[in-house]
């Protein structure tokens, strides 16, 4: 008999271990350098995998489940010492002043973002070692202010058997003193890398430091592939629900809905949304909310048909109105976009303390990592948060009133034709109204510049950053309105612009890289008043030495 400590010295001490799986009761642990491994380790296969050695041997009888838990602290205490490095945020010029961004590697979607215990919790998946989606993180944010936020210690790393490949997305429960996280533990086995997912629990006392559980739901429902992942939990009645993205055997998106009685035991409710038909192969990062007397369900389904030309990546965003009946099954219906931009998914929410329903979503796209910022190490960013409310049935989003904590003093001028203002930079809050027939740049020098202009003709607004430096993506975004003229609220940072029109029924979210003095703003036809709000940089949300 040996004890965890035992088989980390036989398997050549902390530094040379770097994974531990579990697939069909047989342990699997991936080493760094075989040269390293002890005699007296008991019999074991070895396979190269992705060009490191696994071991497998049969699993000791005394080394149960809480043993594996205890392996994977120790992975994970050297995971988080490797990531010391990447905390420190890499220069560059495209660093956004007052939206969250990763300091070194690679950001995608918001995770566990909560109110808990007098102050906000926002999570975020991190890879921190490259600009490339690769085995995730969860980074760790808290603010008192929704504006500054403050850097923890990394809550979760990718340390065990049941998330080695990746602790995905999730959300968070505050329960009295005590902070949840549930997530997607992802795992794939041997070189056909077969994917295991389960869905997860972490917990923690002190809302800083937390402590894996494992897997409360560790088998897939009837009907679904291994793609299903991001639980959602909600309130419901006198039990709790949980909500999955989910792909169906026929590869159809759905949403599957399981219930509990005290968040550890989960039973599965149903799969829900064929009442959506064919409505792409994969739906992932789901929300639930009430908002003015009525459910909205948000959702990012993926291989929708676009309503336009111009959108031509199979990632959406929306939200649909739902329906729960007696036995916590959804209907949905009357899909709508969240952001006709380019760069918006994964949007989570929460409930703020004073009652406002609050989302945060993910400034970037699954398949683009080639941006002019992954030159300097970091790659992706978060949206400004918005608030949201609903009118006749549909979401509305502007910006969270705490943004104007960074005003610096108010600016007011008029342009017309071919006439254009220099700012001192590009962190601004603008509003103006234009005429349609406008065409209004934004980020502007020379043969530089985003474009926002306003087709009399087919009263479309189109969004054109087609003159910047972006190297993959689109490059050009419509939406169709019918306004007599157009209200435009702007929030830009230094490489990226958030349109809100006509008060925040349409948004249009957009990376924009341009060099750090291009920072005018030209109206190349029309005639319009303009206000600016030049804005204060946020506290870095990351640890600066």
Same mark, same amino acid.
């Given at each position: 008999?040996?004890?965890?400590?035992?088989?980390?010295?036989?398997?050549?001490?902390?530094?040379?271990?770097?994974?531990?799986?579990?697939?069909?009761?047989?342990?699997?642990?991936?080493?760094?350098?075989?040269?390293?491994?002890h005699d007296s380790l008991p019999s074991y296969s070895v396979e190269e995998?992705?060009?490191?050695?696994?071991?497998?041997?049969?699993?000791?009888?005394?080394?149960?489940?809480?043993?594996?838990?205890?392996?994977?602290?120790?992975?994970?205490?050297?995971?988080?010492?490797?990531?010391?490095?990447?905390?420190?945020?890499?220069a560059c010029e495209h660093r956004p002043t007052w939206h969250v961004s990763?300091?070194?590697?690679?950001?995608?979607?918001?995770?566990?973002?909560?109110?808990?215990?007098?102050?906000?919790?926002?999570?975020?998946q991190w890879y921190p070692h490259g600009c490339v989606h690769k085995d995730?993180?969860? =980074?760790?944010?808290? !603010?008192? @202010? %929704?504006?500054? +936020?403050?850097?923890?210690? $990394?809550?979760?790393?990718?340390?065990?058997? #049941?998330?080695?490949?990746?602790?995905?997305?999730?959300?968070?429960?505050?329960?009295?003193?005590?902070?949840?996280?549930?997530?997607?533990?992802?795992?794939?086995?041997?070189?056909?890398?077969?994917?295991?997912?389960?869905?997860?629990?972490?917990?923690?006392?002190?809302?800083?430091?937390?402590?894996?559980?494992?897997?409360?739901?560790?088998?897939?429902?009837?009907?679904?592939?291994?793609?299903?992942?991001?639980?959602?939990?909600?309130?419901?009645?006198?039990?709790?629900?949980?909500?999955?993205?989910?792909?169906?055997?026929?590869?159809?998106?759905?949403? =599957?809905?399981?219930? !509990?009685? @005290? %968040?550890?035991? +989960?039973?599965?409710?149903? $799969?829900?949304?064929?009442?959506?038909?064919? #409505?792409?192969?994969?739906?992932?990062?789901?929300?639930?909310?009430?908002?003015?007397?009525?459910?909205?369900?948000?959702?990012?389904?993926?291989?929708?048909?676009?309503?336009?030309?111009?959108?031509?990546?199979?990632?959406?965003?929306?939200?649909?109105?739902?329906?729960?009946?007696?036995?916590?099954?959804?209907?949905?219906?009357?899909?709508?976009?969240?952001?006709?931009?380019?760069?918006?998914?994964?949007?989570?929410?929460?409930?703020?303390?004073?009652?406002?329903?609050?989302?945060?979503?993910?400034?970037?796209?699954?398949?683009?990592?080639?941006?002019?910022?992954?030159?300097?190490?970091?790659?992706?960013?978060?949206?400004?948060?918005?608030? $949201?409310?609903?009118?006749?049935?549909?979401?509305?989003?502007?910006?969270?009133?705490?943004?104007?904590?960074?005003?610096?003093?108010?600016?007011?001028?008029?342009?017309?034709?071919?006439?254009?203002?220099?700012?001192?930079?590009?962190?601004?809050?603008?509003?103006?109204?234009?005429?349609?027939?406008?065409?209004?740049?934004?980020?502007?020098?020379?043969?530089?510049?985003?474009?926002?202009?306003?087709?009399?003709?087919?009263?479309?607004?189109?969004?054109?950053?087609?003159?910047?430096?972006?190297?993959?993506?689109?490059?050009?975004?419509?939406?169709?309105?019918?306004?007599?003229?157009?209200?435009?609220?702007?929030?830009?940072?230094?490489?990226?612009?958030?349109?809100?029109?006509?008060?925040?029924?349409?948004?249009?979210?957009?990376?924009?890289?341009?060099?750090?003095?291009?920072?005018?703003?030209?109206?190349?036809?029309?005639?319009?008043?303009?206000?600016?709000?030049?804005?204060?940089?946020?506290?870095?949300?990351?640890?600066?030495?």
């Amino acid at each position: 008999m040996f004890s965890v400590s035992d088989l980390v010295t036989m398997l050549g001490g902390q530094a040379n271990i770097t994974r531990v799986l579990y697939p069909n009761k047989q342990l699997v642990i991936e080493v760094d350098d075989l040269s390293l491994i002890h005699d007296s380790l008991p019999s074991y296969s070895v396979e190269e995998v992705l060009g490191k050695p696994q071991l497998t041997f049969s699993m000791p009888e005394h080394f149960d489940e809480m043993r594996l838990l205890e392996l994977g602290a120790v992975i994970a205490e050297q995971q988080k010492r490797l990531a010391v490095d990447a905390s420190q945020p890499a220069a560059c010029e495209h660093r956004p002043t007052w939206h969250v961004s990763p300091p070194r590697g690679l950001l995608n979607d918001p995770n566990g973002f909560i109110y808990h215990q007098g102050q906000y919790h926002l999570f975020y998946q991190w890879y921190p070692h490259g600009c490339v989606h690769k085995d995730k993180y969860w =980074a760790h944010l808290t !603010s008192r @202010d %929704l504006v500054n +936020w403050d850097w923890q210690p $990394l809550a979760l790393t990718p340390s065990d058997w #049941f998330d080695s490949h990746g602790v995905f997305s999730g959300h968070a429960l505050s329960q009295g003193e005590q902070l949840m996280l549930f997530y997607t533990g992802n795992t794939r086995i041997g070189n056909q890398r077969d994917r295991h997912t389960t869905q997860c629990l972490a917990v923690s006392d002190d809302g800083i430091h937390f402590k894996k559980l494992g897997p409360v739901i560790p088998d897939l429902p009837e009907g679904v592939t291994p793609h299903i992942r991001d639980p959602k939990i909600v309130r419901h009645g006198d039990h709790w629900l949980m909500l999955l993205g989910a792909q169906t055997t026929d590869l159809k998106g759905r949403l =599957a809905v399981y219930r !509990s009685q @005290d %968040l550890l035991k +989960w039973e599965f409710v149903a $799969l829900c949304g064929d009442e959506m038909g064919d #409505f792409g192969y994969m739906w992932e990062c789901p929300d639930l909310f009430e908002l003015g007397g009525e459910y909205f369900a948000v959702v990012g389904p993926q291989g929708i048909e676009s309503e336009s030309a111009l959108h031509t990546i199979p990632h959406h965003n929306g939200y649909a109105k739902a329906q729960l009946d007696a036995e916590d099954k959804m209907t949905l219906s009357e899909f709508g976009n969240l952001d006709r931009g380019f760069d918006f998914y994964a949007p989570q929410t929460l409930l703020t303390a004073d009652g406002r329903r609050i989302l945060s979503g993910w400034m970037g796209l699954p398949d683009e990592i080639d941006h002019p910022s992954t030159d300097n190490g970091w790659v992706h960013q978060l949206t400004a948060l918005r608030e $949201l409310s609903s009118k006749a049935g549909r979401l509305i989003q502007m910006p969270i009133a705490e943004i104007e904590g960074l005003y610096q003093d108010k600016q007011r001028f008029t342009l017309d034709n071919e006439r254009y203002q220099q700012l001192n930079n590009k962190a601004f809050d603008m509003s103006v109204e234009l005429d349609w027939g406008s065409e209004l740049r934004l980020h502007a020098k020379d043969e530089q510049f985003v474009s926002i202009r306003l087709d009399e003709a087919t009263r479309t607004l189109l969004l054109d950053r087609t003159h910047t430096l972006i190297r993959e993506g689109d490059t050009k975004r419509e939406v169709t309105l019918t306004s007599d003229k157009v209200s435009l609220r702007i929030l830009s940072d230094e490489s990226s612009l958030e349109i809100f029109v006509n008060g925040g029924e349409q948004v249009l979210t957009s990376r924009v890289f341009t060099d750090k003095d291009a920072a005018a703003i030209e109206l190349v036809d029309g005639l319009a008043n303009f206000e600016v709000f030049p804005l204060n940089a946020a506290s870095a949300p990351f640890v600066v030495s």
